[in-house]
């Protein structure tokens, strides 16, 4: 009897423990949130998990070597003369780029953010090669430069950040070395209205200095300004207007831009600065170019053609403004044509006072891409830009004056495509400037130091291998 009752006591103390452990919550296992892949925003994009936003992550990296004849070359503003022989011929580049495109959906439309970060190591003919080539320190020990390449926000037709400006349509698409035409990154406020028909119309606010390309000054002679005219600080941003359309066979768009030269000159009375004088003057700019899709020809083939004018404003003509401004280039030897917004010229009998000869000039340049296999394409491309300074040219260069210039740039590319998203490059380049010589009237000009050149021209050589992802 006693044992029965043990059992049956061990048996309701199991159910009782039962019903309470029933009793108990149970915790479920968290649910996975796996990545999934972004049906909106096209390829390469995924969702960040618990989140409605869209990622894609990319980027390049880029090596490059390149040969440039090295002529001997004169700076008329430092009398200083450099032979070829202590220039950088040859020199190596390397570059890496890391992207990030963020995109999320909302009532108003995407919002945009994207951001390029990029490293460069440069080094000799790529740190402008030294006033002693290789036995230059400078140039031997190079340099690294990590920096904001692109970085922005657009939301409702508003772009603000670091783009490419809304001026520029070609903006070097292909060549390697730069050609006459305006591509420069730049920090900018902007609203694009998008129409029917692939229509777009874009107002911008950019960042002044990046376009500003420098004041000459006259530093002599009875036009002399007593101490060298510069810019001054930053009042008025750029204005820029766009109208572009995108439709299936290309593109097709008209800019213009607002450039204010606001400049200072030496302090010519007193000693705390009150003597500065100043002078403003307004520069403009213009530019048209068309895209054309040829499929006729071949699957990605395509031809730019692009035109540019401007007054005051000559980084709108050509932002390759190294091309022949002095000791940063190894394109062109010979005298050389440092191209300037406009050239201060003093005005006789006034203590200080000068006037602003503006800068002005055209570029046009066309560039065709064309696929002889899917893996093999080839392009041609060239440019031709002229610059004239008004009454600067009747005032001797060793005076500060300036003359008249045309210079034309021609290169091929020969590129092979392996693999998807690799590409090794070969692009041969020729460049020539052809110039007058500033002199005052009736009178020839000074001539220029033994051996330089006041036409020159160059060759060039670049061996590209680039991985994108």
Aim: hydrophobic share 40%; with cysteine.
């Amino acid at each position: 009897m006693q044992f029965k009752r043990l059992i049956l006591m061990s048996a309701a103390t199991m159910t009782v423990a039962g019903a309470h452990a029933a009793d108990l919550p149970v915790r479920k296992a968290a649910p996975v949130d796996y990545v999934r892949v972004c049906d909106w925003t096209g390829t390469g994009y995924f969702y960040i998990p618990g989140t409605d936003t869209c990622l894609k992550i990319g980027g390049l990296v880029r090596v490059e070597g390149a040969f440039i004849s090295a002529g001997r070359i004169f700076r008329p503003d430092t009398g200083l003369i450099v032979v070829g022989r202590n220039q950088d011929q040859s020199g190596f580049f390397a570059r890496g780029q890391l992207t990030t495109d963020v995109r999320t959906q909302t009532a108003y439309g995407t919002l945009r953010s994207f951001i390029a970060i990029q490293a460069d190591r440069y080094q000799g003919l790529y740190q402008g090669g030294g006033l002693a080539g290789g036995a230059n320190s400078f140039a031997n020990q190079g340099g690294n430069l990590t920096y904001l390449d692109k970085g922005f926000i657009q939301f409702a037709g508003i772009t603000a950040g670091r783009v490419q400006s809304f001026f520029d349509f070609y903006a070097d698409n292909y060549n390697y070395e730069g050609i006459a035409n305006s591509d420069l990154s730049n920090e900018v406020f902007a609203y694009t209205y998008n129409g029917n028909g692939g229509f777009s119309a874009t107002f911008s606010v950019e960042d002044h200095n990046v376009r500003n390309d420098g004041i000459g000054s006259i530093s002599g002679g009875r036009f002399a300004v007593a101490s060298a005219a510069q810019y001054g600080g930053e009042t008025v941003p750029d204005l820029v207007g766009q109208l572009r359309v995108d439709q299936a066979w290309g593109a097709a768009q008209l800019s213009a831009a607002y450039h204010q030269i606001n400049t200072v000159a030496g302090a010519f009375a007193g000693t705390n600065g009150q003597g500065f004088a100043k002078k403003d003057d307004d520069g403009f700019a213009v530019q048209g170019g068309i895209r054309l899709k040829l499929p006729m020809l071949a699957a990605g083939d395509d031809l730019w053609v692009q035109g540019a004018y401007q007054n005051g404003a000559y980084l709108y003509q050509d932002s390759v403004g190294y091309a022949n401004s002095g000791f940063n280039s190894r394109l062109l030897g010979g005298f050389q044509h440092v191209d300037r917004d406009a050239i201060a010229i003093g005005v006789p009998g006034s203590a200080g006072g000068y006037s602003l000869e503006k800068s002005s000039g055209f570029s046009v340049m066309a560039a065709i891409n064309h696929y002889f296999t899917p893996n093999f394409h080839d392009v041609l491309f060239a440019s031709y830009e002229e610059s004239s300074y008004g009454r600067a040219k009747n005032i001797d260069w060793t005076l500060g004056g300036l003359g008249d210039m045309s210079q034309y740039r021609v290169g091929n590319q020969f590129l092979w495509d392996p693999v998807k998203n690799l590409e090794f490059g070969v692009e041969v380049f020729y460049a020539h400037l052809d110039q007058t010589l500033a002199h005052n009237p009736g009178q020839a000009a000074s001539a220029l130091p033994v051996g330089i050149s006041k036409n020159p021209d160059a060759f060039e050589a670049r061996l590209r291998v680039e991985r994108d992802f």
